[in-house]
């Protein structure tokens, strides 16, 4: 391979490239702006609103200008979490080794150019176009561009293309496309793109709209259809219409999904956590099983030697000379090499023979000065004395590497080594993370299992999971022990806690057979050996450190490195879930409310009771105001990942029926019975409908004393501003409304009285403080 290009003419290729694009992170400012603006709800309240202008009055079609203004909130505030996990992306931007001027240095994707050498090592993406100009067991996961989940083998001469993987092997290719020209630009997104899994909540409230859109339409027909069937005036009939159908919609919910994904991100990504996909903070709460990888999660991603045994014959002072010369001269440097050479440093020489590690054969080797060196797991190779220290080692949660010497060539294609002579053992220490064992406890209180995948010895890693406090759940296992049948393997999991030297594959069929039993599973990881089981778990989570490809294909990434993070995010997304939970019951019971007034007086020849104006007055206080403040507060209590549905119903059923009982008895009785008027009698309506849905607010939200302080001073706060709005003259006129007198004021305290009577018998959750059922 040449020296490469020389910087000078880099530098002047760059600037003729032009300014290079900065990292995005999820979606596009384009595709944000569609998610949010249009949806089939939005497109009914549009038609629903023209209709408003140009047959109806136009103060009728307020909530034209709420929609237009909740839709603007939500998308400043995805593009304002955008910008921030954009820069925090940057911090695990892709970067590559390149050859300039015969030296290499690590630069960003946007900084490599047509003409530029770059060196492939296991976990590397291949950030731009070319043309292999050396391979070694050279094997990329080419996956994202053509769709074959195979790793396949690339030699000297063959094509590589931006968005595929180094798996194993190392290389190095010329540079023949960069930027717009190549598939560099749709690296970050497109790697993610195969595995964009729904949450729990997203699927649960997808669900919900096709519910409610189910309903919407045949009620709304059938509202139409008896309007036209009273011949009534267009106007008259479009101002009914509008006011059954607009209440009919959840108009805000989808907004406020996206608003609490986008702030629990910003939180996140405050604390060092990069959430690649809004929905992934949610996602983590319904986490009921977690798989980690040992090295880099449990413990510290650095090792160091504490310790060399050498074989018989042989000083340490030789054993470590040879050490060093080896992990100098290694390419594509693991933290076991980087830990040898920084104990035994030594100048780099040029290997005659190559065979790089690879987690299959678990051993690497050189050829150095005419002598055949090899590195890898002591059971790769017979150690002879050295068996009994390397048992030793392991049990006290060491790890060990075997060194030795062949006289013999190595194994085509890096088959079972023969004929080694051993040299010696490297004894590599790995330290717990600070606040591991708090970390593993909060988890297993949360009702989370943990399960050890490591390529590490099992003895190894079944002291550090213990050191850990890590619960055992059965028997330690070996990735040999993993049966082939998948139905056995679905009843071995169910006792699995820790398995030592299992195979990037193995720890994919894991995570795979847990899913299959039911488990919601997030996989924590680092390294390539990961990666399969990344992309298997329902939620997977990267540490900043680890390789480009682990990074790449995960949802979280943990940029600090830091496990102790998870804690915070779990509790983080089941604060989202819960507090989605609550909201969605409000926006849920006021569309029972409009199904039940449909039914009751809507399809009858009696007036309306309620302008659209009244219910844009109504949703705004008891809906829209609340729901914004309480999906981002603080909460506690219980939560739920299943029975979502069910658990909205049983809620917004009887709440949105007992609303509807309060408002038409007030109404009808103000009506037809106190002859007060249609003006009268609305405000009555209106009045008992807010009171009512403000107490609804407050039943679900005060779980506590301090909450219901809380709330109650908020929900205060909200019936002031209506009656100042009744109170001011112009507002007054505005909304078409009264004063109340006596005879409203007591029929709105019956009404308020049946529904909230009806609620306490229904059932102990529509009272305040009173106990949840769990």
Known sequence: MSSGLTEAEASRRLAARGEPREPQTSRSTATIVRANAITPFNAILLALGLLTLVFGDWRDALFLAIIVTNTGIGIWQELRAR?????????????????????????????????????????????????????????????????????VARGIGD??????????????????????????????????????????????????????????????????????????????????????????????????????????????????????????????????????????TLTEPGLRVVSLVPAPGVTEEELGSALGRFAASSEGQNATLAAVATAWPADPERADDV?????????????????????????????????????EYQTAGRRVIGFGVTDGEFPASGGTLRQVKPLGLAVLAEELRPATTETIAFLTDQGVEIVVLSGDAVSTVASIAGDAGIPER??????????????????????????????????????????????????????????????????????????????????????????????????????????????????????????????????????????????????????????????????????????????????????????????????????NVFDLGLLQSRTAATTALIVIGLYLVLALEATSTRRARLVGTMCGLLLVTYLLILLVPGLRQFFELAIPNPASVVLIAVGCGIAIGFLWLTDDRFIPLRSRPE
């Open 474 to 671: 059965g028997p330690c296992r070996t990735g040999e022990d993993l049966p082939d049948d998948d139905g056995e393997l679905d009843r071995m999991v169910a006792e699995i806690g820790v398995v030592g030297r299992i195979s990037p594959e193995g720890k994919r069929r894991v995570v795979e057979s847990l899913r299959r039993r039911g488990r919601y599973v997030a996989m924590v990881g680092d390294g390539v050996n990961d990666v399969p089981a990344l992309k298997a778990s329902r939620l997977s989570i990267a540490q900043g450190s680890g390789t480009q490809m682990a990074k790449a294909v995960s949802d979280i990434v943990l940029v600090n490195g830091d496990f102790a993070a998870v804690p915070a995010m779990l509790a983080e997304g089941r604060r989202v879930l819960r507090n989605l939970q609550r909201v969605t019951k409000l926006f849920v019971t006021k569309s029972v409310f409009a199904a039940f007034l449909i039914v009751a007086i809507g399809i009858t020849p009696a007036e309306y009771p309620l302008l659209p104006r009244h219910l844009t007055i109504v949703g705004t206080l008891t809906v829209g105001i609340p729901a914004f403040f309480l999906a981002l507060a603080p909460s506690d209590g219980p939560w739920r990942t299943d029975g979502f549905l069910r658990e909205v119903g049983r809620f917004s059923v009887p709440a949105g029926v007992a609303a509807g009982l309060g408002v038409t008895t007030t109404y009808l009785v103000a009506l």
């Open 355 to 391: 065979v790089p590690f690879l987690s299959r054969r678990r051993w690497s080797g050189l050829r150095l000065g005419g002598t055949r060196y090899v590195l890898g797991a002591p059971e790769t190779f017979a150690l002879g004395e050295l068996d009994a220290p390397v048992r």
């Open 159 to 296: 094509e590589v293309r931006s968005g595929s993987f180094v798996i194993e092997g190392t290389g190095s290719f010329g540079v023949a496309a960069v930027g717009a020209e190549s598939y560099a630009e749709r690296i970050t997104g497109t790697a993610r793109e195969f595995r964009h899994p729904r949450s729990p909540l997203e699927r649960a409230i997808d669900r919900l709209l096709y519910v409610l859109l189910g309903v919407t339409v045949p009620l709304g027909a059938m509202f139409i259809v008896a309007l036209w069937k009273q011949d009534v005036a267009v106007s008259h009939a479009v101002e009914t219409a509008v006011a059954g159908m607009v209440t009919l919609i959840p108009e805000g919910l989808v907004l406020l999904v996206s608003i609490t994904y986008a702030a629990a991100a910003v939180r996140m990504a405050r604390a060092g956590a990069l959430s690649q996909q809004l929905n992934a903070i949610e996602s983590l709460a319904s986490v009921d099983t977690l798989c980690i990888d040992k090295t880099g």
């Open 83 to 151: 910008r921030k996990l954009d820069e925090l992306a940057a911090l695990v931007q892709p970067r590559a080794t390149v050859v300039r001027e015969g030296t290499t240095r690590p630069l960003h994707v946007a900084e490599i150019v047509v003409g530029d050498y770059v060196l492939l090592a296991p976990g590397d993406q291949v950030v731009a176009d070319g043309t292999l100009v050396s391979s070694n067991d050279l094997r990329v996961d080419e996956s994202i561009l053509t769709g074959e989940a195979k790793a």
